[in-house]
């Protein structure tokens, strides 16, 4: 059985699957929360089981180091 995506909760078959994060994407699903850049396995930053770009993870490690 295939599983569902973790954005939009449709089907992914296994051409258009990306396994990350202890979940499954179509690789279309696969973006950055914030901005929305599509990301891959080399360039994504995985924080709280979310994939992020370069550059918003780092704006949410600054922000976790500073509330602490």
Known sequence: MNPPCAR???IVYPT???SC???NWHKGC??????????NMK????YDKKPYC???SLALCSVDDGSK
């Open 21 to 23: 994060l202890d979940k």
């Open 54 to 56: 370069n550059a918003h």
């Open 16 to 18: 258009e699957k990306v």
């Open 8 to 10: 939009c909760g449709k």
């Open 43 to 46: 360039n994504y930053k995985g």
């Open 30 to 39: 696969f973006h950055c929360e914030v901005c929305k850049m599509t990301l």
